[in-house]
């Protein structure tokens, strides 16, 4: 177990990940604020095998996103549900997105996030996506490099459904 968390009950950490795309702002910003949009690259692309239990999405300032999935019951999660609550805190279209998060297996809260999502033109008329994240990770938690590596993945889909929905238009 991390030392932090056996001294303090909290592990902290921070990390930036960062993206190009060809594409314009706009079209980078509407993967995040379109429900249908998100739901395909958030959801669908990133289940992994689970059941979607529910998803909701109101992409507003102080809006909620909620996402519960059901594992496998044959999994060593032995058919839990994993649980992302959002609160969006600051939109500004096309500019930047604020949000508070929190995960939870079953009843059990894992972690609790603060991140942020800019998007900036480049020189080529695309986008630079610059996404920024502070958690506090709880006991039994996936902990900062899971979660990095989530949301490497996260950031992975999103670039497949923006790249194929730019290549469509």
């Given amino acids: 177990m991390n030392q932090q968390i056996e001294e303090t009950g909290i592990a902290h950490a921070s990390f930036t990940l960062e993206r190009e795309f060809d594409t314009p702002v706009e079209h980078v910003f509407a993967a995040f604020s379109l429900p249908g949009r998100k739901r395909q690259w958030f959801i669908n692309d990133l289940r992994n095998g689970m059941d979607v239990v529910e998803y909701s999405l109101d992409f507003a300032v102080g809006g909620r996103e909620r996402m519960r999935m059901r594992t496998d019951p044959a999994s060593p999660m032995r058919g839990a549900d994993l649980t992302n609550e959002?609160?969006?805190?600051?939109?500004?279209?096309?500019?930047?997105?604020?949000?508070?998060?929190?995960?939870?297996?079953?009843?059990?809260?894992?972690?609790?996030?603060?991140a942020s999502l800019a998007f900036l033109k480049t020189a080529g008329g695309g986008t630079r996506?610059?996404?920024?994240?502070?958690?506090?990770?709880?006991?039994?938690?996936?902990?900062?490099?899971?979660?990095?590596?989530?949301?490497?993945?996260?950031?992975?889909?999103?670039?497949?459904?923006?790249?194929?929905?730019?290549?469509?238009?």
């Fill in 86 to 114: 959002t609160v969006y805190m600051d939109i500004v279209d096309n500019e930047r997105i604020v949000m508070a998060y929190t995960m939870a297996v079953g009843d059990y809260r894992i972690s609790a996030s603060m």
């Fill in 129 to 169: 996506l610059v996404f920024h994240e502070q958690s506090a990770f709880f006991a039994n938690s996936d902990g900062p490099e899971h979660r990095r590596e989530g949301w490497t993945k996260i950031l992975d889909a999103m670039a497949r459904e923006v790249n194929a929905t730019a290549s469509r238009a």
